[in-house]
């Protein structure tokens, strides 16, 4: 008996090969995958549509120097959750919205480009979020090298 | 949404009834809702910024403070994740604490939605009734943990409070009270005409919908979905516990209120279970102050839904990232679509029926013409009485009920 997570992840693997050493199954229910970012939509798509993670949980921000990293949590009706992983450069932290597969994902990617700058293609214009209207433009306060705005 | 016939109404972001800021532009024609914009972020207060400047411990009590309500859900959520990161092997007793904690403020919190909801249908002897209960459960909160909310009893690797053969017996004696009172709100909840015919209908989301907007917590298993993390993904102690998703195929605001009393039965179930299993031996194991490098996504079923949140450790004492999702905002685009076509006499209780809490999220409401200069704003109080008085209009008025309920109650 294969379990879940395994079965998951040979799914995968025979989908896209190039995943076969960005898999790691991190503990029962959990899997983290990471993808590159031009690699991203198909194995996004694949994870949401066939694979049935219908659930993302949210998307998650990183300053990791040079690049941007996102994480976007998806977990399934068995409560098995998919950690995957992209980088966007910082200098040009552009990813492709996902509130065609999920219309919740639309707060958390504001949530992105509030906090750490990401452009969002494709996400709808709307009000901002979190973040006052009157805030800088190129102030992002979850990124490192961040420490407050001047003159405040 | 910008047609000549139709109004524009803000609601918020200062609002009496909701208790925190949030704003709701609402596009009416006549009295349908046509759309609404939501603007969130008024109580943003940079937690996940902050927690990356403070220590491992620092963090417990800051995040605890995310939300008033559900502290303990955010505070478990986030020493979850950490103790997977450093491998801590937490004991049993602390798990069960834990537990009991969590269904104790699930507790308070659907009695306080209760008394919201009945208050924002004009019911209000539901509201002064079970707040009244509400305080059985406040007590023992605080008699276990110091506080009535902002418990600080987790800490990383356990608890910092044990629990007394006594208290056991003082929790066990309010389960018995608090039961007999919710079984009494399950009548008047299925059994009373009024509220039946005032929340059938409002703010409907089918299964559908509730899947394709990610909806979760009782919004969620109102509409059917069978969502809960305490069953799907347990944690604490829920693996070894025996208890039903309570789910309901109403889809609506009646719906919503039916899931909460009932889950409020499987609460007391799920304490009494954990006060007999409670297991032996200490509360806690020493935490080291350098978390390891690595990371994980942890959740928690809270009151209102899914918590979620995501450390990533660096190797020192102090969090890379700790990034925080309420399920507020998670419900967030569910309620845009609850009020769709509704009437605006209705978006009190479709608002309240999610049990926003929007300093987790962080959130707001207001009403103005677009083509005049003068705003029409409506006060919460006014847009309380107006809703209460349309509904009376159309015959659904809980004057004699609440006159009735207090007759019945009299000693």
Not at chain 2, 68 to 79: D, K, P
Request: charged share 30%.
């Amino acid at each position: 008996m294969v379990n879940p997570e395994e079965k998951i992840k040979e799914e995968l693997i025979s989908k896209f090969s190039f995943l076969e050493s960005a898999i790691n199954i991190v503990r029962p229910k959990r899997i983290s995958i990471e993808v590159a970012l031009d690699k991203f939509m198909p194995v996004f798509s694949f994870i949401a549509r066939d694979l049935k993670f219908m659930h993302l949980c949210t998307i998650t921000g990183l300053d990791e120097g040079e690049n941007m990293g996102f994480i976007y949590h998806l977990a399934d009706e068995y409560g098995s959750v998919i950690n995957l992983k992209t980088f966007a450069p910082k200098n040009n932290p552009t990813i492709q919205t996902v509130t065609g597969y999920f219309a919740g994902a639309e707060i958390y990617e504001r949530e992105l480009v509030d906090l750490f700058g990401a452009k969002v293609e494709g996400l709808p214009e709307g009000n901002r979020y979190p973040l006052t209207d009157d805030w800088p433009k190129d102030q992002f306060p979850l990124r490192k090298d961040w420490k407050g705005l001047k003159n405040a | 949404m910008h047609n000549s016939d139709e109004f524009r109404i803000p609601i918020g972001p200062q609002h009496p009834a909701l208790k925190e800021p949030e704003s709701f532009s609402v596009a009416l024609k006549g009295e349908k809702i046509m759309g609404v914009d939501i603007r969130l972020g008024y109580n943003h207060r940079g937690i996940e910024k902050a927690a990356e400047e403070r220590t491992y411990v620092q963090d417990i009590y800051l995040i605890e403070r995310v939300c008033g309500i559900c502290s303990h859900a955010h505070s478990t959520c986030f020493i979850q994740a950490v103790e997977e990161i450093a491998k801590l092997a937490v004991p049993k007793r602390a798990q069960y604490i834990r537990t009991l904690i969590a269904e104790l403020e699930r507790i308070h919190s659907h009695l306080l939605w209760l008394g919201v909801a009945g208050h924002e249908i004009g019911f209000d002897t539901l509201l002064m009734y079970s707040w009244r209960d509400r305080e059985v459960v406040m007590d023992i909160l605080a008699i276990l943990t110091g506080n009535r909310v902002n418990y600080g009893m987790n800490t990383i690797g356990g608890v910092r409070r044990d629990i007394s053969p006594d208290q056991v017996q003082q929790i066990l004696k309010a389960v018995d009270t608090l039961e007999e009172r919710t079984k009494y709100y399950i009548e008047v909840a299925t059994e009373e005409t009024t509220i039946i015919k005032r929340l059938s209908g409002v703010g409907v989301v089918s299964y559908d919908d509730a899947l394709r907007l990610d909806a979760v917590g009782p919004t969620a298993r109102a509409s059917g979905v069978r969502r809960d993390v305490r069953a799907d993904d347990p944690y604490a102690a829920y693996g070894e516990l025996d208890f039903n998703v309570i789910t309901d195929d109403h889809c609506d605001v009646y719906g919503r209120t039916v899931v909460r009393v009932k889950e409020l039965m499987e609460s007391y179930k799920i304490i009494r279970q954990v006060l007999k299993k409670l297991p032996d031996g200490p509360i806690s194991v020493r935490m080291p102050r350098i978390i390891p490098a690595g990371e994980a996504l942890s959740r928690y079923e809270a009151p209102r839904g899914e918590d979620v949140h995501y450390v990533q450790a660096n190797g020192t004492d102090k969090p890379a990232r700790v990034k925080i999702r309420a399920p507020t905002l998670a419900n967030v685009q569910v309620v845009k679509h609850m009020l769709k076509d509704r009437y605006l006499a209705d978006m009190p209780i479709v608002i309240a029926a999610i049990d926003p809490c929007f300093s987790c999220t962080d959130r707001l409401i207001a009403i103005k013409e677009p083509d005049s200069e003068s705003a029409n704003i409506f006060t919460w109080p006014a847009l309380h009485k107006y809703s209460i008085d349309w509904y009376k209009n159309k015959g659904i008025d809980f004057t004699q009920l609440n006159k009735k309920l207090e007759e019945r109650l009299k000693p």
